[in-house]
Structure formats: C-alpha cells, structure tokens
C-alpha cells in the first residue's frame, strides 16, 4: 500500500514540461521529489508536502523520486472552468485515485474536433511504429527524421506505464520533434487526450495530422518475469488496434545483447509473445541488417514461427548511427546507454526507417 512522508521543499532543482524535481528534507533525511504542478499546484520553497515514497524505498523505476501527493497548507485554487458541467471535458483520467485528473476528451461534446472525430473511420494506411519500451520512442523518432525530414509524427502513450505523460524526460526532448502527444486509457497530460487507443490512433491522423505514428506505454513498466506479466503485452493489441483502422502496423524488435537476463539477450521473449500469440492481425517486424552474424542467426531463428503471420524485411542501417547519437532526446534503456545496448536502439531505429518508407 502507500507509505506516506511529510517533508519540506528545500529547492527547486529542474523543470521539465509538466514537471517539477524538488530537494526535500523529512525526518528519514533529504530526498528528490517530483511534483506535477498541473495537479498539485505550484511547489515552492518552505512549503510543506505529502509525499508518496512507496516505489522509492523498494527502489523500482521512478528514477529515484518520491512523488507530491499535496501541498497541504498551499491547496491550488479551483480551475477556473465552471465544475458543474462538461463544457471543459469530462474524461476521468487515474480513475477513482485520489489525483483523479478531469480532462478533455478528443472526441467528446465540448471538443473543437468532435465533428472532426465522430467522422474518422480510418487511418487512411497511415504507418504506425509500435514497440513495447518507452525508451524505443526517441531511436524510432531519429530514423523518420533522418529519411523523411519533413514528416509529421505523432505519439501514442498508453497506459501501461506512466500514467502522467509529464514523467517523461524523453518527451520533453522531443517535443520540437513530434506534432503532439495523445495520451490513451488511463494516461494523461498529452497534448490531446483519448479514451482508447483505437481514438487515440485516429487523433493522431486526423487531427494532428500525422505521417506516422509512434505508439508505446509511458516511461516505467510492470513485469513479474513470467510469459503474461509484462504491461508492454498490449503492444500486441496496438497491432491489432491498427490493422483494424486501417493502418499499417510496424513492430519494433526488442532485441538486446546488454541486457543480462537471459530471457531478453538476443530477441526479447516480450516480442515473440507479443507479436506471436498477442496479436492476431498481420505487421511488419523490420530486422536491421549489419548485426553480428551470431546474433543475426539467433534472431532468424526466434522469428522463424512468426513468418507465417508477419512479415519480415531486412533494412540496411547505413547512417542510422549518426543519426543515433544525434538524438535530441538521450537514449537510455534499463539505465543502458546507446554503446551498452547498441542492438536495441538499432532494432528501433530500422522500425523507423522501414515506416519512413510507407509514408
């Protein structure tokens, strides 16, 4: 359950979009906090905060953050919005939480794209990149941009991960680089909010206006280690999502020879679940070529069964490293950077070339 802290601001030490990172002293010593002033309200120093430092002490993904619950004795004032009524949205986001977020659906009544969206049908073939990590986004966003420069790319977050789009560094890195975000399901803070990922996917084309789309979970993940318990199994169902609004699906290959378990070196077995008995409907699973011929042959090998289904080409990678390590976004996967795990942003990256070619 939650273990509560109350603890004061010290200093404010970083903003990002959404985001603010405090120094705060509590009786268990100081410590980083995140707040999102969008629903906290504005921290300042002096002020005292609650904070949530279950993840924090089990030292799971949160980077290492406490997290703001409330600035109790500074409450924010109401929206200015009138309550009462829909006019400002009424999609409960994190529902039934205490920070519970009110927002405007895409599509709903009181939306300036509600004709816009009770007329979308289809993505028109539009590519859509899918891959199971947040951490793909920034590879797969690099590749587009090196091929088609000029490509208007949206993102899909949905919520298997971070529900707060604010969370993400990533995003924030990108955000001259994308044409927005949709957040999806549970997920909130995107520049367009959806309530599924099928409106989320028809947003992004028809409102935003994309070439291509780029969906994954937010920053963070759930896993037990086992076949089914891993969030980013609903990549396959984003598969599905997209091939049945006419999209065409693109599926980025995990592949890792940093990562030290066994069951992710080589072809992730998230992907073969995923892709293999997940999602039903067929997609492109790009192999980037120039791999060491070991690795090559293993990750053949794995796909082998997958053919029947999918299909498979092979994309030269040629440039694909300059275009790396000029990222506006940092890569980092599991705390490993581009030359930890080289495979696996290259994996990504070959998804965004092979969809560049569809737009």
């Known amino acids: ?31 980083k906090a995140l707040a999102y002033p969008a629903l906290t309200g504005e921290p300042e120093p002096g002020d005292r905060v609650l904070l949530n430092v279950g993840a924090l002490v089990m030292g799971l993904g949160t980077g290492g953050y406490a997290l703001v619950v ?53 993505l028109d073939g539009m590519p859509v990149v899918l891959a199971d990590l947040h951490s793909a986004l920034p590879a797969i966003v690099a590749a587009v941009r090196l091929d088609r420069p000029g490509a208007r790319i949206a993102y899909v977050m949905t919520d298997g991960g971070a529900l707060p789009a604010w969370f993400s560094r990533t995003l924030d890195g990108l955000r001259d680089h994308l044409v927005g975000t949709v957040t999806t399901g549970q997920a909130f803070g995107g520049d367009l909010e959806a309530s599924t990922v099928h409106t989320g996917l028809l947003a992004a084309r ?14 963070g993940n759930l896993g037990t280690g086992t076949t089914w318990g891993f969030s980013g199994v609903a990549l396959g169902e984003a598969v599905n999502a997209t091939g049945t609004l006419g999209g065409r699906p693109v599926g980025s290959l995990r592949i890792s020879t940093g990562d030290g378990r066994p069951r992710h070196r080589g072809l992730s077995h ?40 999918h299909r498979l080409p092979r994309v030269p990678v040629d440039g694909l490293d300059e275009a790396l390590r000029a990222s506006p976004a940092p890569l980092s996967t599991m705390g490993r950077k581009l030359d930890q795990d080289y495979a696996y942003f290259l994996a990504a990256a070959a998804a965004g070339r092979f969809a560049a070619t569809l737009i």
């Open 1 to 31: 359950m939650v273990r509560w802290r109350s603890g004061t601001v010290q200093a404010i030490r970083r903003r990002w979009n959404g985001a603010v990172e405090l120094e705060v002293t509590t009786d268990d010593g100081p410590l």
């Open 70 to 122: 409330a600035l109790p004795d500074r409450l924010p004032a109401d929206p200015p919005e009138d309550g009462a009524n829909r006019d400002s949205g009424h999609l409960v986001k994190a529902r039934y939480t205490p920070l519970q977020a009110i927002r405007l659906g895409v599509d709903e009544e009181a939306s300036p794209h509600r004709a816009v969206m009770a007329a979308a049908t289809s």
């Open 206 to 219: 028809h409102v935003l206006r994309a070439d291509v789309t780029v969906v994954t979970q937010g920053p």
């Open 270 to 309: 998230h992907s073969l679940t995923a892709y293999g008995k997940v999602a039903l409907l067929p997609a492109d699973l790009p192999v980037p070529e120039g791999l060491d011929p070991y690795l090559a042959a293993e990750i053949d090998a794995a796909l082998a069964p997958l053919a029947a289904r």
